[in-house]
């Protein structure tokens, strides 16, 4: 497995997923969904091209669920363990961090920073909401 190569499984080990490549981006998102989807306070998030993700054992597997249509949060349908979330609008696929033990996780923003139980004061730029390019405000908040 060359380093541009990572592996990860669910809890159980049943699905099994591989990324190819470089991140689009790596951070922390603190909205309602993904901390309640997450049952943590923040969620750490690396977003890739589609291409780049790949499930390699045990899709038969994997179950979705949609609570918006904005994203389709993909599980193990043996232990329930969370493997990636799909964003059809964005164009990219969201691998939890925690799913790739050994990725180099340089987390870059802080997204929905608006909603967060969990102050973090580590210098990172701290978005209100989303980037504008993701259709978000773009506006920055204080730590």
Known sequence: MSHDTH?????CGSVEIEV?????AMGFCHCTSCREWSASPVNAFT???PASVKVTKGDKNLASYNKTPGSTRKFCTKCGGHVLTDHPGLGL???????LPDL?????????YGETVLRIKDGLPKLK???KEFGGSGDVVAE
């Open 7 to 11: 592996s990860g499984k669910c809890f």
């Open 20 to 24: 190819t490549g470089q991140p689009a």
């Open 47 to 49: 977003l890739w091209q």
């Open 93 to 99: 696929v969201d691998v939890f961090a925690a799913m």
């Open 104 to 112: 180099d996780f340089k987390p870059g923003v802080h997204v929905n």
């Open 129 to 131: 909401d989303f980037p």
